[in-house]
């Protein structure tokens, strides 16, 4: 039986070049708002080897804790397999200077930026002891940011940054932090990146063998591929030590 996958933002866009992708490996469950969406854009139907999962980021705003998670443990066939591969996906966009915020723009970029990721970690951990794979999707607004995505910037760092941290946590297996850069589904791709590139990068890059902790910048004009520095494996003689010290090789 392959290992689960649940891939939250994996109904369009990146996430669902992702999930498609993941289907090699893993059963794949795909979270959303819209089923018409996700058949249109798989291709597929709900029978076959990627199952939809109604998922929806907002109304778990309103709880104390995301109900979809609970939910999802007691949707799933095999009650007894736990979610081997955790894929974080979900984002907007919101071009505003931080004088035009209102206190919703806030409250609604920090929950499904920061907040809401943190929250179902925290109770896939609680429900079963470990996350084997964790993939954050971030943005290279992370360490490149313009003056009108101010939360948008600040979402994606402070992800990373928590994608960074827990994979010191023993809980976890190997996590993954991919940022790309600006992508066009429909347009020219020559200077954007093609979303089916980005999520092959990923999933190729994920499955390194002895991955513990690996950052990769996916920059675009041209599309290239750049694993940071912080990048670790579990066979490593010489483990980075926590808080991101590391000794560098001379050149
Ligand atoms: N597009 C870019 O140029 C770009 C560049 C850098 C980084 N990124 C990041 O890459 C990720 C994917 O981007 P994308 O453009 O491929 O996204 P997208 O096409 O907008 O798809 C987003 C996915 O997240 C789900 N989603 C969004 N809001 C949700 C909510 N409130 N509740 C439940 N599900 C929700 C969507 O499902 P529904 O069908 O329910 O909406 C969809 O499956 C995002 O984190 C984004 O910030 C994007």
């Known amino acids: 039986m392959k290992p689960i996958a649940l891939v939250i ?5 990146l996430g669902a070049e992702i999930s498609k992708l993941l289907r090699a490996t893993h059963k794949v469950y795909a979270a959303g708002r819209n089923y018409q969406s996700f058949t249109q854009f798989m291709g597929i139907s709900r029978e076959h080897d990627i199952s939809y999962v109604y ?15 609970s939910a999802f ?7 007894d397999q736990p979610i081997d591969l955790l894929v974080y996906c979900p984002g907007f966009y919101q071009p505003s200077l931080v004088s035009e915020l209102n206190s919703d723009d806030i409250d609604r970029m920090l929950h499904i930026g920061l907040t809401y990721p943190v929250r179902v970690i925290k109770k896939i951990i609680e429900k079963q002891n470990v996350l084997p794979g964790f993939i954050a999707v971030t943005s290279t607004s992370q360490w490149s940011p313009h003056a009108n995505e101010p939360l948008y910037a600040a979402v994606k760092a402070g992800l990373a940054a928590f994608a960074h941290a ?11 932090v991919a940022a790309p850069a600006r992508m066009k589904p429909d347009q020219d791709t020559s200077k954007y990146l093609d979303p089916k590139w980005v999520a092959q ?4 890059e994920y499955q390194q063998e002895n991955l513990k902790y690996k950052f990769m910048k996916i920059l675009r004009d ?4 750049i694993i940071d ?3 670790r494996y579990s066979d490593e003689k010489d483990p980075v030590k926590p ?5 560098l090789p001379k050149e």
């Open 166 to 176: 827990v994979s010191f946590d023993p809980a976890f297996g190997r996590v993954m």
């Open 222 to 225: 041209p599309a290239q591929v």
């Open 229 to 231: 520095p912080s990048t």
């Open 73 to 79: 443990y007691g949707d799933i066939k095999d009650r």
């Open 201 to 204: 990068q990923i999933v190729q």
């Open 55 to 69: 998922w929806d980021i907002d109304f778990d705003q309103k709880q104390n804790a995301p109900l979809h998670v």
């Open 243 to 247: 808080f991101g010290f590391r000794f």
């Open 9 to 13: 933002g994996g109904t369009r866009g």
